[in-house]
């Protein structure tokens, strides 16, 4: 119920064995046609956070999100969330130098450094044919 964005998606989840089903005789591994009842619970694992559900009621059809707290409650571990966050901050901060395609502050940086050594330098790119021919070939 809208933990996944597609039916595809959480069939191909189950498949691979990322939901689990917490029910009173025990976990259980979810395979997209199982039944739940009230009070199971659901984790889901998206790497790296592990979510977990508590169903409060069941319904036959599809709902709108702001229906659905009224029918799983996320009883996900703050830790899990706090995870997530260190994995976000730590993606900018953990990147190393020259490894994939450069942030849009080091392609500026570079923009810069560029313009520097060119405007600097002295250097003139503006050339003629007469610059290319000697006082031999006049």
Do not use: H
């Not at 005789?25 to 694992?45: H, L, N, Q, T, Y």
């Not at 508590?54 to 830790?79: C, F, H, Q, S």
């Amino acid at each position: 119920m809208r933990i996944f964005k597609t039916r595809t998606v959480a069939t191909d989840s189950c498949k691979k064995g990322r939901v689990t089903l917490r029910t009173p005789g025990g976990e259980v591994v979810a395979k997209p046609s199982r039944m739940i009842k009230v009070d199971d619970v659901v984790s889901v694992r998206k790497p790296p956070v592990t979510y977990s559900f508590r169903v409060k009621a069941l319904t036959e059809n599809r709902l709108g999100a702001k229906l659905v707290p009224e029918y799983m409650e996320n009883i996900t571990p703050k830790d899990q969330y706090d995870l997530l966050d260190v994995i976000r901050i730590s993606g900018f901060i953990d990147r190393r130098k020259g490894l994939g395609r450069p942030t849009k502050r080091e392609g500026r940086e570079l923009a810069r450094f560029t313009d520097d050594i060119y405007n600097d330098s002295g250097w003139d790119f503006d050339f003629d044919e007469d610059d290319f021919t000697s006082d031999e070939d006049q």
